[in-house]
């Protein structure tokens, strides 16, 4: 079982690059989610998404598109890269529910110069 | 809005010593609790969760927590940590289903 993978592990962007992360489960989740981790900062919840063909924003997210034209992906794109978005991004994923624990992948490091 | 307290960043502790790591959270509505673990470049798992029922949850690895609803509290406690214990802990509150609200985290050293 795969569980949630996301790709790549790591990536340098200069400024202005555009670039999409990867984000696939296999457990048939409905709920699917990007967070960033900045040091101190625990996690921020940027798009969300509770089932295929429906997304919606969270805590902050300018500068990033999603889309989930399936139950499985769920990709993150970054229009034109900024050094305030070097992060640690993370895709989760759960059932539907808020007694649902979250399943995250091991995270994508980005750093923007 | 909900909202999520870890009351320590960082937490040093010697090998076979108890650790309590101390969450508390705001909010006017039932809540369902959770606490994650993050060892070093991995993603975030789940130790244990508070749905409903007995306050005393019982985890991974030993960890248990007791949910105080009077305090507003979640703290997460081990009574003999082990060196592979070291990492991020994170508590989290799931408010709706569309979203999480995280802690910024406590990080757990145990030193030998």
């Known amino acids: 079982n795969a569980g949630v993978t996301q790709t790549p592990k790591f990536q340098v962007l200069k400024t202005g690059q555009s670039m999409t992360l990867q984000c696939a489960q296999d457990?048939?989740?409905?709920?699917m989610s990007w967070y960033r981790q900045d040091p101190g900062m625990g996690l921020r919840l940027i798009h969300y998404?509770?089932?295929?063909?429906?997304?919606d924003q969270g805590e902050v997210p300018n500068g990033y598109n999603v889309s989930r034209s399936t139950t499985e992906d769920f990709p993150l794109r970054l229009l034109s890269a900024a050094p305030s978005q070097t992060s640690v991004y993370f895709c989760?994923?759960?059932?539907?529910?808020?007694?649902?624990?979250?399943?995250f992948g091991n995270g994508t490091r980005l750093t923007v110069t | 809005a909900q909202s999520v307290t870890q009351l320590d960043s960082q937490v040093p502790v010697f090998e076979e010593a108890p650790v309590e790591l101390r969450c508390n959270y705001s909010?006017?509505?039932?809540?369902?609790l959770f606490w994650y673990v993050q060892y070093p470049n991995q993603g975030l798992q789940l130790l244990l969760k508070?749905?409903?029922?007995?306050?005393l949850v019982k985890g991974i690895n030993g960890f248990e927590a007791e949910f105080n609803k009077s305090q507003t509290s979640f703290h997460l406690r081990k009574p003999s940590v082990h060196i592979s214990d070291t990492a991020e802990y994170f508590c989290?509150?799931?408010?709706?289903?569309?979203?999480?609200?995280f802690g910024d985290g406590t990080t757990l050293t145990v030193k030998p």
């Open positions: 989760a994923s759960s059932y539907p529910g808020q007694n649902s624990p979250l399943h």
């Open positions: 909010s006017s509505v039932s809540v369902y």
């Open positions: 989290a509150v799931r408010p709706n289903a569309g979203k999480s609200t």
């Open positions: 998404s509770v089932g295929a063909g429906i997304t």
């Open positions: 457990m048939n989740h409905e709920y």
């Open positions: 508070y749905l409903s029922g007995s306050t």
